[in-house]
């Protein structure tokens, strides 16, 4: 079945500092998704990406879909303590999703 | 609108004990799933259910069953609970949407399971 790989497993940033995940795939997808799961808490969705070489942008987040449709990432700039969390990407398979092993990302404040 | 619930939030079992996971959905959506995230790691598929009266095996379905009861409800229920099945369940609902098919996922907050 589908699989996505998504680095690094873990991150730690003085806040301040930039944070970026990365999400890659063997075979070209429909289109990606980003959750983002506090600690403690459940995932919620934080985006959608359809296009080849889409970009969208939430406040402090890019997010881009690679030209080939088979990566993606998420790139935070300026880290807040707020950030904190495990964040997710997740593929379109049939009806469900498959679901990257996430970035934990920790913040030193 | 209180999107996905769970009951309960908690629970402690034993081996060998049974349990059954209760998640309902108030968003009318045709789609439902079953979670189960160990400490630090990712979200694993158990079961899902495209629509009503389909049911699907997941990435790790031993050991569970499932019942879409109608549109709203979806259980998981554990027969015979074992330590290897402490974790935290999540429940969620999506709705197939949009040119392409796409399904965006809604999560509830989670029950938190330990077997002893």
């Known amino acids: 079945g589908q699989q996505v790989m998504q680095i690094p497993q873990y991150q730690h940033v003085q806040e301040g500092e930039d944070f970026t995940t990365y999400c890659n795939s063997s075979t070209t997808l429909s289109n990606i998704q980003w959750y983002k799961q506090r600690p403690g808490g459940h995932p919620v969705f934080l985006i959608q990406?359809?296009?080849?070489?889409e970009v969208k942008k939430q406040k402090r987040l890019t997010f881009q879909f690679g030209e080939a449709k088979k990566n993606s990432s998420l790139h935070i700039t300026a880290t807040q303590t707020t950030d904190v969390g495990t964040y997710f990407c997740a593929l379109q398979g049939a009806q469900k999703l498959v679901f990257g092993q996430g970035t934990r990302l920790t913040i030193n404040p | 609108n209180a999107g996905v619930t769970q009951t309960p939030k908690f629970q402690v079992l034993k081996t060998g004990q049974s349990m059954t996971l209760q998640c309902a959905q108030d968003m009318n959506h045709n789609s439902m799933y079953w979670y189960r995230q160990d400490p630090g790691m990712g979200l694993r598929l158990i079961y899902y259910s495209a629509s009503e009266g389909t049911t699907d095996k997941g990435e790790v379905p031993n050991g569970y069953n499932v019942s879409r009861l109608n549109k709203r409800e979806f259980s998981l229920r554990l027969e015979s609970a074992a330590p290897s099945q402490t974790s935290v369940y999540f429940c969620?609902?999506?709705?197939?949407?949009?040119?392409?098919?796409?399904?965006?996922?809604?999560f509830g907050p989670g029950t938190r399971l330990t077997v002893l």
């Open positions: 990406l359809v296009k080849s070489g």
């Open positions: 969620a609902s999506s709705e197939l949407y949009g040119a392409g098919g796409r399904y965006t996922q809604y």
